[in-house]
């Protein structure tokens, strides 16, 4: 009829280059805030002549605005062999990112770490930078980071520390199929004045049983 006519008019009026999005999620349309997230659990037990357990969860909820993402990560692990008492580590991270265009943004994160078999009571830090995201597409991203941090240490038997220190973070990943994911992610601390390193990475293939995407709209 009439209407579908001048529905189809218009369609093909419309200069299709200013099309950005087809579906857009609410921060890709500045509507409201997407939130994803995933968590893991192994658990690892051997018996015999070096019976022994090992527990290891992480988590990690990021989300995303127009302007803004922020993001807060966690890990824990618990270990315990024969003839040793069990250990502890965990580490809690989080950081908040302030777009300043369509691919960079400035940030502020922190993170608090502790791993008794390492002598580390506490290790607690927190820095600003410049990031960019260098890849993002619907299989593919890449972001780099990096900034200045200040870091202190709080050891069991060694000496406590307090240092500057040049950060950075990098995460990369790339889904050949929906239900397949591969994955690096590292960041660390380069003290500037003993020239000490502390670094995180992580490398492997995620699989996930359940993929679930929520967001929140906002009306004006």
Do not use: C
């Amino acid at each position: 009829g009439a209407g579908l006519d001048q529905h189809a008019r218009r369609v093909a009026g419309m200069d299709l280059a200013r099309i950005v999005y087809l579906n857009p999620k609410p921060h890709e349309s500045g509507t409201g805030t997407t939130y994803s997230g995933r968590a893991a659990l192994s658990v690892n037990s051997s018996s015999g002549n070096a019976p022994g357990r090992r527990l290891y969860g992480d988590a990690e909820l990021t989300g995303r605005a127009a302007e803004y993402r922020y993001q807060l990560a966690g890990k824990v692990e618990r270990r315990s062999e024969q003839g040793t008492e069990t250990t502890s580590a965990w580490r809690a991270t989080g950081n908040h990112d302030r777009f300043v265009g369509a691919a960079r943004f400035v940030y502020a994160r922190g993170a608090l770490e502790h791993d008794r078999a390492k002598d580390l009571a506490l290790r607690s830090s927190a820095g600003l930078g410049l990031g960019a995201e260098l890849v993002q597409t619907d299989r593919a991203s890449v972001s780099l980071r990096g900034g200045l941090d200040y870091a202190t240490e709080r050891r069991y038997a060694g000496e406590d520390r307090d240092y500057p220190a040049l950060g950075w973070g990098l995460k990369a990943s790339y889904a050949p199929w929906p239900s397949l994911e591969l994955f690096h992610e590292q960041d660390g601390l380069r003290d500037l004045r003993e020239n000490g390193v502390v670094l995180h990475s992580k490398t492997g293939l995620r699989v996930p049983f359940r993929s679930e995407e929520h967001t929140s709209e906002s009306s004006h």
